[in-house]
């Protein structure tokens, strides 16, 4: 037995690894911070995106019947646009023979080029009364339309009834869409109509104080008096007729260039055109019904041209964006335009997700049932049964909770061990308190080792350079064994190309929410995926709370490394590229504590995730080595990078898009889809619990796993590749335990 002493004082001197894991704590602050930027950043994204999609259909009264008893009786029966001055309401009807060509619910990427295609032919002016949200997403074709002589006015941002929103929610809508109107085309607007408006007579005591208001703050609402409800689409030749008005009268005349299939309404537009012409109509804006108005005159008709020239000096509804206006549009549309680009670039990675995931699931379903049936045959044999005594090595730091269990344990073996428990510095007493299991188990095989502070993986050398056996197992110390484990996990020692042999992990307090969650996550995510990998021959870690090496093959890769905070995974692939070969030893069970608490467990989940990029990275010379050191390589990296780490970073877009889908797309379809995931999900896992001969009850918890547990391996995986990216380094992390796993026949399943 080696005893080193530990200083003695007043006050107790920080340890390397508490000064170590306060450095790295300090460290990793900003990096969680930067990682929660990037998700709250993909989260707006997502959330613009779905807002500037909001559904926009045909232009349907959405209530009748409704009292206009509030509503002055010159506004009923006047004209079509409305206007406040001095507090007073008037309206401005459309001179004889004048037609107002008004277009609602663009600006859309198909329809509305070709309009403006066609009004250019004809030399015609018009006004457009735009949605804020197609505004922001296509504000190319609102500057063209703006540049060509073409009058915009606000049709909300969203396509939503005013006459039932808040205050609050109607001066929204203005506004964004000015901002959208000013990012776009560098202009404001004092025009307005209400989405679902028709002749000013279905004005009711629901929207006349919504008028009221936005005219008492300039705007001007304008309303048709001739609709050609190309919505309906009735065909052209009824477009035509609908949108004429009767006799010599003029009109405000409505049409669509957006809102759905508009291709009668591009075919029915020139026909119209040139009939109204033929009638002696002359085509001005809405501006310029109000100018003539104002001042007593039309604008003359005449052969048809001419007619644009003399309405540019007509858009008086246009004010120049400027200052904190202009800067704000602008930087609406360079959201829009990131959302644009981003959504569209993140559902193709959907796509190849789901594919991922679903084959992923699919390829460990039928590699780890062909993996079942290999090794349970009765006449499977690994080779002569292996007797010859091992050593168990205990590397143990501040565990004073656990360390006796795990001795007790170990004290019930029926396999001839030896056990090395190196005291890593420990402050606690878990030296003494191992002395005095080892003692009243009357265990002479125990040996214990101490040495000053210096981590997981000196600990595990110097308990391999101590151990008189050629075989060394290596667990944690808060871990037990079974009485059959350690003869099953040697077994495979048989077959001398076996250099290495990983058992089977499972969590000993499962009782509480976070461990059932972490028990699914063992049996389904680690145990199944290593059947898979076994079979393949491409095992990437060896669990630390129980696997079995050669001693000479440790010493051949230079035993355990400290260059990453995997240990278990950094020197798994350095046996591989040694030409060993690692196996999984589904009967050889270990019973671990998982961490208790939420935060423990973004300790332990972010060490593991950012220690297993550490080790691929350091070998990734893999890929191109040659022969046997190879396969891993060639087939175990590509595997792990892409089921455990690209996958899972990605993965959340599952999530984000069903929610998406819930909120603006289709409730029930999206939680359908979702439904079936889980489903899926939930085979697999089953199954993984029929191998492992686990109580089906646990998976009660999944759905609820899903829900809440999924998403913070997520964080936690950003949170390391965020690091990894920056350069970062952290130190392994003691987790508090209870030591509330004992012997494994106190664990039920």
């Known amino acids: 037995m080696t005893t080193t002493t530990p200083s003695r004082g007043r006050r107790r001197a920080p340890t390397r690894m508490e000064r170590a894991a306060g450095r790295a ?42 009292s206009s008893s509030k509503v002055p009786e010159e506004i009923l029966d006047g004209g079509p646009i409305i206007s406040f001055r001095g507090g007073r309401a008037t309206t401005t009807s459309v001179p004889a023979k004048t037609i107002a060509l008004t277009f609602d619910d663009g600006p859309n990427p198909t329809y509305t080029p070709q309009v403006l295609k066609i009004l250019e032919k004809y030399d015609v002016p018009a006004t457009f009364f735009l949605v804020g949200s197609m505004v922001s997403r296509y504000p190319e074709i609102v500057k063209d339309m703006v540049d060509q002589g073409n009058e915009v006015g606000i049709h909300t941002f969203t396509h939503v009834d005013l006459s039932y929103q808040s205050d609050a929610r109607v001066r929204r809508e203005m506004t964004q869409t000015q901002l959208a109107l000013a990012g ?5 607007t004092t025009l307005f109509r209400a989405p679902y408006s028709s002749e000013t007579d279905a004005i009711d005591n629901y929207s006349w104080p919504v008028y009221k208001k936005l005219g008492e703050e300039g705007y001007t609402s304008v309303f048709v008096d001739t609709d050609s409800d190309d919505w309906k689409k009735p065909g052209v030749s009824k477009i035509v007729q609908w949108a004429t008005p009767t006799g010599t009268s003029g009109a405000s005349v409505l049409m669509h260039d957006a809102g759905g299939d508009r291709e009668q309404t591009l075919e029915a537009l020139p026909k119209y055109i040139e009939k109204m ?24 008709a005449g052969n048809g041209t001419g007619e644009r020239n003399a309405t540019d000096r007509l858009q008086a509804a246009h004010r120049e964006a400027t200052g904190t206006t202009l800067y704000e549009g602008k930087a609406l549309v360079a959201a829009v335009a990131v959302a644009e ?52 090595i205990v590397p143990a730091y501040n565990e004073k909770e656990c360390i006796a269990n795990t001795l007790e344990s170990l004290a019930r073996s029926t396999h001839p061990i030896e056990v090395i428990v190196v005291d890593d510095g420990s402050s606690d007493g878990t030296s003494e308190i191992a002395r005095e299991a080892a003692c009243r188990l009357g265990m002479t095989n125990v040996r214990i080792i101490r040495q000053e502070n210096a981590g997981k993986p000196a600990a595990l050398n110097n308990g391999v350079r101590s151990a008189r056996h050629d075989i060394v197992v290596m667990m944690d110390g808060d871990t037990v064994f079974e009485p059959d484990t350690v003869r099953q996990l040697v077994q495979p020692f048989a077959d001398e190309q076996v250099g290495a042999v990983a058992g089977n992990a499972k ?73 060993w070969r690692v196996v999984y030893q589904e009967h050889a069970r270990a019973w671990t504590e998982a961490p ?24 990734r010379k893999s890929l191109t080595d040659r022969g046997p050191s190879g396969r891993f390589g060639r087939v175990g990296m590509p595997l792990v990078v892409i089921f455990q780490i690209v996958t899972p970073v990605f993965a959340p877009l599952i999530d984000v898009f069903t929610a998406y889908s819930m909120i603006f797309v289709d409730f029930r379809a999206a939680l359908y889809a979702w439904l079936a995931v889980l489903g899926i999900q939930l085979v697999c896992a089953a199954y993984a619990f029929r191998l492992d001969r686990e109580k089906y009850r646990y998976l ?37 335990r209870t030591g509330e796993v004992g012997t494994p026949a106190g664990v039920g399943r």
């Open 25 to 66: 704590a300090a460290l990793q602050k900003p990096r969680v911070i930067l990682a929660l930027l990037l998700l709250l950043g993909l989260t707006s994204v997502m959330l613009l995106d779905g807002y500037l999609r909001a559904e926009v259909g045909g232009d349907q009264r959405v209530r009748d019947g409704a």
């Open 184 to 188: 776009a085309a560098g202009i404001t």
């Open 277 to 300: 012409r033929a009638k002696g109509y002359t085509f001005t804006t809405i501006s310029g019904v109000v100018e003539a108005q104002n001042a007593d005159a039309r604008i003359p």
């Open 341 to 392: 680009y981003t959504v569209p670039t993140l559902s193709v990675g959907l796509v190849v997700v789901g594919v991922a995931v679903l084959g992923r699931f699919g390829m460990m379903l039928v590699l780890a049932r062909r993996h079942y049936r290999q090794r349970n045959k009765r006449r499977f044999c690994w080779g002569p049964e292996v007797t010859r005594p091992v050593s168990v």
């Open 507 to 579: 969590v000993g307090n499962r009782n509480t929410v976070i461990g059932a969650w972490q028990h699914i996550e063992y049996v389904m995510g680690f145990n199944l995926d290593r059947r898979m990998y076994d079979l393949l021959r491409c095992m990437p870690t060896i669990p630390g709370a129980i696997g079995a090496f050669r001693r000479d093959a440790v010493l051949q890769v230079g035993g355990m490394s400290e260059d990453t905070l995997a240990e278990d995974t950094d020197i798994t692939i350095a046996m591989h590229r040694a030409g």
């Open 596 to 619: 208790g608490s939420l935060k423990q467990l973004w300790s332990q989940r972010y060490r593991w995730s950012y220690g297993t990029m550490q080790a691929l990275w350091k070998h």
């Open 700 to 736: 009660l918890m999944m759905p609820l796993q899903q829900l809440a547990y999924r998403q913070m391996m997520y964080l936690v995986l950003i949170h390391s590749c965020v690091t990894a990216l920056t350069g970062g380094r952290l130190r392994w992390q003691k987790l508090k």
